[in-house]
């Protein structure tokens, strides 16, 4: 399978092309594709990008397995993008920026009431997931204020102290460089897509609309990012 990847994938020749592979579950699919992508990221023009059905079948660790064991292991943070929906975004990643949130967002309203969600779904994380009080603080999130907050954040990053609109290469420089900026990679790490090369997510965020909070939202698989790209879907037959 190495091989046969490599002879694909690598050919200049092969401008766009479909390469089935049929071979029984257990038999390590996954970890040679996390082999290949660790070998060959660095010679392929365009993004690779791994599409499963199941968030649980995310080859996260099979891909820095595989950077450690040819000796890339400092580079997979620069290039490895997870993609998360906005509300795991923010139940992840709040309490790496809350300081931040308040000081540049400054809603205080909508932040304690968010945080208070975060910590009642993070709190019980073994209670049952039909669990209605959990369930009734993620749709909160979920519908309004994950939502309120992004619009929020999108705002303040999207108009100068003047309101004036800044331009999509603008708003990357600030990300980069601007310390009153950088705390919203953390919070959504989606800003980083055009810096990464790899991309790993399920299958629901590759068909339907993509945030990267630096443009409107849009189609990834009709967007320019899949331009050169390889994209390996796993269980093909139940995601075709």
């Known amino acids: 399978m190495k091989i046969l990847l490599e002879e694909f994938c690598n050919n200049k020749d092969i401008k766009k092309g479909l390469l089935l592979i049929d071979m029984p579950t257990g038999t390590g699919k996954t970890?040679?594709?996390?082999?290949?992508?660790?070998?060959?990221?660095?010679?392929?023009?365009?993004?690779?990008?791994?599409?499963?059905?199941?968030?649980?079948?995310?080859?996260?660790?099979?891909?820095?397995?595989?950077?450690?064991?040819?000796?890339?292991?400092?580079?997979?943070?620069?290039?490895?993008?997870?993609?998360?929906?906005?509300?795991?975004?923010?139940?992840?990643?709040?309490?790496?920026?809350?300081?931040?949130?308040?000081?540049?967002?400054?809603?205080?309203?909508?932040?304690?009431?968010?945080?208070?969600?975060?910590?009642?779904?993070?709190?019980?994380?073994?209670?049952?997931?039909?669990?209605?009080?959990?369930?009734?603080?993620?749709?909160?999130?979920?519908?309004?204020?994950?939502?309120?907050?992004?619009?929020?954040?999108?705002?303040?990053?999207?108009?100068d102290e003047k309101g004036k609109e800044r331009t999509k290469a603008q708003k990357i420089k600030l990300l980069e460089n601007d310390d009153k900026y950088k705390w919203i990679v953390k919070l959504y790490p989606a800003t980083q897509t055009y810096k990464k090369k790899i991309f790993i997510m399920s299958l629901d965020k590759f068909l339907y609309r993509y945030s990267t909070i630096i443009e409107p939202p849009f189609n990834l698989f009709e967007s320019d990012l899949l331009e050169n790209s390889i994209i390996f879907m796993d269980e093909f037959d139940g995601t075709k």
Do not use: W
């Open 31 to 159: 970890y040679r594709v996390a082999e290949y992508i660790a070998n060959n990221f660095e010679k392929i023009d365009g993004k690779i990008f791994f599409v499963t059905q199941l968030k649980k079948n995310l080859p996260e660790d099979e891909i820095r397995k595989c950077f450690k064991e040819v000796g890339k292991e400092d580079k997979i943070d620069s290039v490895l993008l997870r993609v998360e929906n906005n509300v795991d975004n923010l139940c992840n990643n709040f309490h790496l920026v809350k300081e931040e949130l308040y000081e540049f967002i400054g809603d205080n309203y909508l932040l304690v009431k968010i945080e208070r969600e975060i910590n009642l779904i993070k709190g019980n994380k073994n209670v049952n997931d039909d669990n209605m009080f959990l369930v009734q603080a993620r749709d909160d999130l979920q519908n309004e204020l994950e939502r309120e907050l992004r619009n929020k954040v999108t705002a303040y990053l999207t108009y």
